[in-house]
Every structure is written in C-alpha cells, then in structure tokens.
C-alpha cells in the first residue's frame, strides 16, 4: 500500500529548514528517501531500520517512528541543490518498496 | 563498485510497435531487480521485481511483460505498445533489505 507525503510541495529560500512526512498504515521493516531532479532518475539518500535509527546525509537527516509509521525527512539549511522531488519508499520485508507522490521542494535564493 | 546500465536513454515508438528495454548491473551477484514507470510529473510505479533467474513478480497486469535470462539481466517488453506506455522507465537494484539503486532511466515516447 502506498505511503501518504506531506506535503505536496514546499518554497523555501536558502538557509531555510522543511521537513517531509511519511507515514504508512502497514507494520514496516525500513523506510528509504530518494531525490530526484527534473529530468534524472531518482537518487538514493538514505535508509531507515526498524529500530528507530536516525540517519544523516550532508545536512539532510530523517527519523524513524516505527511505533506510529512514520517517517520524516529534515532539510536544514536548505541550499539551491536541495530543489528537486522528494520521494519516500516504504519496505514491509517483502523485497519491494511501495513510494509515496513525492513532496516537490523548491529553493529559491 | 556496483553499475547499473539501461539502454536505450530514449526511444520514440508508434502504437502496436514492439518493445524491448535492457538493463544490466556490475559488481554485484544475486541482486533483486526492479521495473518502475514513471508518468510525468507523478510518482513511482512498480512493474515487475525479480529475486532470482527466471523468478518475475508481476505488479501490475498489463500488456508489459519482464524476464530475467541472466543473473544481472533483466528486460522489459512488450508485443503492441499502447499509447499509455509512455513513461520513463527505471530498472533498480538491490541486495534486501538494503538501500535500492536506480538506473538512469529510458524515456519512451509512443506515438
């Protein structure tokens, strides 16, 4: 079943923070977050286990609540490079992901 | 380290025409593989996943069908295209449970 993002899109200015919710309504096992820009292919940001994990990459992290589904990724101090299409996908230990929307994420300067 | 290849970058095809889309990874053995579409401006759709040789799950019943020939093979066809075939088309891999590497994509065109 797909997870559900919020929200759908978001402007920031650079230096601004966001942060991108996903939740599920099925037990999962990990929660991956993707980016893609217009044009390319997803790119692969991280991943999450169950256990709660907080991950980081650069200056974008993402938190685990596996108790409630959930799943959020932080953009601090957004940067022009962080503009793209924020795609969360959901594992429940069946060797596929089911992915949100996506969340569109504009940085302007 | 891991490669994974598609091919053709893009194709433009007409309606009823048949279709044939490669991907191949490097670097790894025994990975699971995927066949995502994606219709502009929306989300990912999962097609056909594969764990093994000759072992294809089907995601979505369609005229699309998938093999997998070689351990780090895998193709995606099709005998009449549609014209809602058109999408970007994204082969991925992965060892579960881990992270998923996606390919850079065929964007096809029917017309």
């Known amino acids: 079943q797909q997870p559900v993002q919020s929200p759908q899109a978001v402007i920031l200015r650079e230096g601004e923070d966001a942060v991108i919710n996903c939740s599920s309504s099925k037990a999962l096992y990990s929660v991956h977050w993707y980016r893609q820009k217009h044009g390319e292919a997803p790119v692969f940001l991280m991943i999450l286990l169950k256990g709660g994990e907080q991950k980081g990459h650069e200056k974008i992290s993402a938190s685990f609540n596996e108790k409630k589904q959930q799943s959020s990724l932080y953009l601090t101090a957004s940067q022009l490079s962080y503009s793209g299409t924020y795609f969360c996908g959901t594992d429940q230990n069946d060797y596929k992901l089911s992915f949100g929307a996506g969340t569109t994420v504009t940085v302007r300067a | 380290s891991q490669t994974i290849h598609q091919w053709p970058a893009t194709l433009v095809q007409p309606v009823g025409s048949p279709l044939s889309l490669e991907c191949t990874v490097e670097g790894t053995s025994n990975p699971n593989l995927y066949w995502y579409r994606q219709a502009a401006g929306r989300g990912l759709q999962l097609l056909f996943y594969s764990v093994g040789i000759g072992q294809i799950s089907s995601e979505v019943p369609q005229n699309l069908s998938a093999s997998r020939p070689q351990d780090r093979q895998f193709i995606l066809s099709s005998k009449k295209l549609l014209l809602s075939d058109s999408g970007f088309y994204l082969c991925?891999?992965?060892?579960?449970?881990?992270?998923?590497?996606f390919g850079p994509g065929t964007r096809l065109t029917v017309t």
């Open positions: 991925a891999w992965t060892r579960s449970p881990y992270e998923q590497y």
